[in-house]
């Protein structure tokens, strides 16, 4: 626990919010400043900063309830569809320190837009990066 995290102090019941889902291991709150109305946040309880401090287990226990928050969320908002969005790091947009992954409801023109700005590789490039990253990969 990090005594200065909101999200701790969400966990520990110090700050007020919208509860939706609870268990042990993960706690689940409708973000305070939705993209639309029912966007939620799934949070382990454990403070970790990134992705890659949880151990394999952990990572499959958190993210158990996606599905069943997300079908919910999804129903009781007459959603169409739903994104995942998970910011990890600050220069991808993590503003709270404390790992957890966005469940946004989605509506066909729902005139939600998020600018990624894809563009196809230049030639070479996509081999060049696949290598990059394969080198990188571990069992
Ligand atoms: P991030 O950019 O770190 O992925 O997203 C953090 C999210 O937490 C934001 O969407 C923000 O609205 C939400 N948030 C920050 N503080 C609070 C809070 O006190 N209560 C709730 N319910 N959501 C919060
Ligand atoms: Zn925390």
Same mark, same amino acid.
């Not at 966990?11 to 400043?33: C, H, M, T």
């Not at 990572?59 to 997300?70: N, Y």
């Not at 709270?96 to 939600?112: A, F, S």
């Given at each position: 626990m990090d005594t200065n995290c909101i999200f701790c102090r969400i966990i520990r019941g110090e700050i007020p919010v919208s509860k939706l889902y609870e268990d042990s291991q993960v706690i689940a709150i409708l973000d305070i400043? @939705?993209?639309? @109305?029912?966007?939620t946040l799934l949070i382990p309880?454990?403070?970790?900063? &990134?992705? &890659?401090?949880?151990?394999p287990a952990e990572q499959v226990t958190w993210l158990q309830p996606l599905d069943k928050l997300s079908r919910a969320i999804v129903r009781g908002t007459g959603s169409e569809g739903f994104n995942l969005l998970l910011n990890n790091g600050r220069c991808a947009g993590? /503003? /709270? @320190?404390h790992l957890h992954i966005h469940i946004i409801p989605r509506k066909n023109?729902?005139? /939600? &837009?998020?600018h990624w700005n894809p563009r196809p590789y230049p030639p070479g490039l996509i081999e060049k990066t696949l290598n990059q990253i394969s080198n990188h990969l571990v069992r």
């Amino acid at each position: 626990m990090d005594t200065n995290c909101i999200f701790c102090r969400i966990i520990r019941g110090e700050i007020p919010v919208s509860k939706l889902y609870e268990d042990s291991q993960v706690i689940a709150i409708l973000d305070i400043n @939705p993209i639309r @109305p029912g966007h939620t946040l799934l949070i382990p309880k454990k403070h970790y900063a &990134s992705l &890659s401090e949880l151990t394999p287990a952990e990572q499959v226990t958190w993210l158990q309830p996606l599905d069943k928050l997300s079908r919910a969320i999804v129903r009781g908002t007459g959603s169409e569809g739903f994104n995942l969005l998970l910011n990890n790091g600050r220069c991808a947009g993590q /503003v /709270v @320190p404390h790992l957890h992954i966005h469940i946004i409801p989605r509506k066909n023109d729902d005139e /939600v &837009s998020f600018h990624w700005n894809p563009r196809p590789y230049p030639p070479g490039l996509i081999e060049k990066t696949l290598n990059q990253i394969s080198n990188h990969l571990v069992r």
